[in-house]
């Protein structure tokens, strides 16, 4: 299993473009969900999804939207950068049930800039 | 609404001392609780977690957690540090509502001192 993998690694964006960052894994988990990382700050959750075509917002969603048209595959798209969302993006996935509350493993990141 | 909090950014420890990283956490039930590690220019990786039961939490690595209810923390150990334990540590709590999201403290960098 390849597990959770994340592309591009890193990225420089202009303020206004639009990216997509992607996000994979190959362990059949219902639960996936994406993170930001900044100094200071530790991990916060930006959307989530508990299958595929459920998609629910988290703490920091704004300027961030997100799909989920299978089980495998979740990605966050960026539809106008701005300076404030440059960051390390980190994908997640777990088991919804397992049966204790599941473990999620993480992806190796992605690290955006916004100039 | 729950979360946690690490009251220490960094912690140095000499190599063969013991290591505690603190993590003290706010919820309105029975908290289910997680410790993370994340190595330079790598993505998180799990160490353990506490869901019932035995208060001492053994995980990977060497590392436990023990669970004081009256306390409300969750403090990360291990008995002898390594050069290797260097890393940054994350605190998580899940979140209650019932979806599998985890709220994170902020984050311990432990510095093992050969």
């Known amino acids: 299993n390849a597990g959770v993998t994340q592309t591009p690694k890193f990225q420089v964006l202009k303020t206004g473009q639009s990216m997509t960052l992607q996000c994979a894994q190959d362990m059949n988990h219902e639960y996936m969900s994406w993170y930001r990382q900044d100094p200071g700050m530790g991990l916060r959750l930006i959307h989530y999804?508990?299958?595929?075509?459920?998609?629910d917002q988290g703490e920091v969603p704004n300027g961030y939207n997100v799909s989920r048209s299978t089980t495998e595959d979740f990605p966050l798209r960026l539809l106008s950068a701005a300076p404030s969302q440059t960051s390390v993006y980190f994908c997640?996935?777990?088991?919804?049930?397992?049966?204790?509350?599941?473990?999620?493993?993480f992806g190796p990141g992605t690290r955006l800039t916004v100039l | 609404a729950q979360s946690v909090a690490q009251p220490e950014d960094q912690v140095n420890v000499a190599e063969g001392n013991p290591l505690t990283v603190k993590c003290t956490y706010s919820v309105s039930g029975n908290p289910y609780l997680f410790w993370y590690v994340q190595y330079p220019n790598r993505g998180l990786q799990f160490l353990l977690k506490y869901i019932t039961g035995d208060n001492l939490v053994k995980g990977s690595y060497g590392f436990e957690a023990e669970f004081n209810k009256s306390q409300t923390s969750f403090h990360l150990k291990k008995p002898s540090a390594l050069v290797s334990d260097s890393a940054l540590y994350f605190c998580?709590?899940?979140?209650?509502?019932?979806?599998?999201?985890?709220?994170f403290g902020t984050g311990t960098r432990l510095t093992v001192i050969p």
């Open positions: 999804s508990v299958g595929a075509g459920i998609t």
């Open positions: 998580a709590v899940r979140d209650q509502t019932g979806a599998n999201n985890l709220f």
């Open positions: 997640a996935s777990s088991k919804s049930r397992d049966p204790s509350p599941a473990t999620q493993y």
